[in-house]
């Protein structure tokens, strides 16, 4: 959804959009935290966490119409009303309409947006650790999985997603189900995959530095599962990421 034309009344910071996102859904500070760790950032984590779409989502009408009425709403009707709206979002749809609240996006539309540069694509092979899966089939079981890069000794943060449909480690995966958070489920952190990952740019909107456009599973590397040694490291993918055109920096 593109908010572009849309006049926001005042800005709401990040903090109070999660203060607001875990009243309503009970989500414990700690496993916000986890969330936020795999799922990559906090927008993420929050948009995660309130689960499938409910009813169906507003139009751009409809939001400049909430909006205007902004001014004589009271606190907890302002609350109710961002709460309904993001619950008839989809996760991505949620995760662009809280930076607009917060003033961060203007229309968010492409990414080419984020500084104005124009940024090169390159295409990369990692060795990434499965963190936490979103089944998503109806008919036949498919899960939407998020892989992670080494920082340090053995902490990840969530880089890449990838739909897994068929093979394998579909049956490791349903054996190995964690706690649910919204629409997710943690499996336990211990299986590299090889992936395959086209259309990598820098970003800054994402605490990865960087995000993919396609990225598909090549392998599942069961012989070095647990040796986290194999896993690609986020500051190798970084340093390789070519700078924006314009930027004033070589390299």
Known sequence: MNFEGLILPE????????????????????????????AGSLNEALALSLGVPVGDAMSEGELAAGFAAWPGLSP???????????????????????RF???????????????GLAVEMISLRVCAVLLYVKPMGRVRVEYECTFGLLVGGQD??????????????????????????????????????????????????HKAGFKAERVSVVGWLRD?????????????????????????QSG
Do not use: H, Y
């Not at 800005?11 to 500070?29: D, R, V």
């Not at 917060?102 to 500084?115: C, F, K, L, N, P």
């Not at 969530?158 to 964690?178: H, K, Q, S, V």
């Not at 599962?225 to 314009?246: E, I, K, N, Y």
């Open 156 to 205: 990840f943060v969530g880089c890449f997603r990838a739909m897994m449909t068929e093979g394998p480690a579909m049956d490791w995966i349903g054996e190995n189900l964690g706690e649910r958070v919204g629409p997710i489920r943690g499996v336990r952190v211990s299986e590299l995959f090889e992936l395959d990952c086209e259309g990598v740019q820098e970003s800054r909107r």
């Open 224 to 248: 070095q599962s647990g040796m986290f040694g194999a896993v690609t490291q986020l500051d190798a993918v970084r340093g390789s990421l070519p700078r924006p055109q314009g930027s004033g």
């Open 76 to 98: 907890s009707e302002r609350e109710q009303w961002i709460l309904r709206v993001l619950l008839s979002m989809e996760v991505g749809d949620r995760r662009d309409f809280m």
């Open 11 to 38: 800005k709401l910071s990040l903090p109070k959009l999660k203060s607001w996102i875990m009243a309503w859904t009970g989500l414990s500070p700690w496993l916000l935290a986890e969330c936020q760790k795999f």
């Open 101 to 115: 609240l917060s003033g961060r996006a203007a229309g968010v539309g492409g990414e080419a947006g984020e500084s």
